[in-house]
Nanobody, 124 residues
Framework: VQLQASGGGLVQAGGSLRLSCAASGRTFSSYAMGWLRQAPGKEREFVAAISWSGGSTYYADSVKGRFTISRDNAKNTVYLQMNSLKPEDTAVYYC??????????????????WGQGTLVTVSS
């Protein structure tokens, strides 16, 4: 399984970015996907997760109402739309998944596959 994340960059506070993560190596539509982030000097943090069909989504309280996770199973891609960005959103963002088919994992632990990370920097 390979995960290729993209879309990070530098944005001013209040701005928006959309992250993408292209997956390959297995049947994408059978597996839940998630996004984690890690800021410098801080622990890894759960951001959002989406079920294999896209019918269920979960968010960290810190991003709820500002971020939206979605997926396009025809394109084997998961997205993270980030609006109203704050300086505290600055981090490396990772797309993640695990080995379990048709199961949704919420939290920062237990993932088997990670993308390479994409840096999001929000200036004040």
């Amino acid at each position: 399984v390979q995960l290729q994340a993209s879309g990070g960059g530098l944005v001013q506070a209040g701005g928006s970015l959309r992250l993408s993560c292209a997956a390959s190596g297995r049947t994408f539509s059978s597996y839940a996907m998630g996004w984690l982030r890690q800021a410098p000097g801080k622990e890894r943090e759960f951001v959002a997760a989406i079920s294999w069909s896209g019918g269920s989504t979960y968010y960290a309280d810190s991003v709820k109402g500002r971020f939206t996770i979605s997926r396009d199973n025809a394109k084997n891609t998961v997205y993270l739309q980030m609006n109203s960005l704050k300086p505290e959103d600055t981090a490396v963002y990772y797309c993640v998944t695990d080995e379990s088919r048709f199961q949704l994992r919420v939290g920062a632990l237990g993932y088997d596959y990670w993308g390479q990370g994409t840096l999001v920097t929000v200036s004040s």
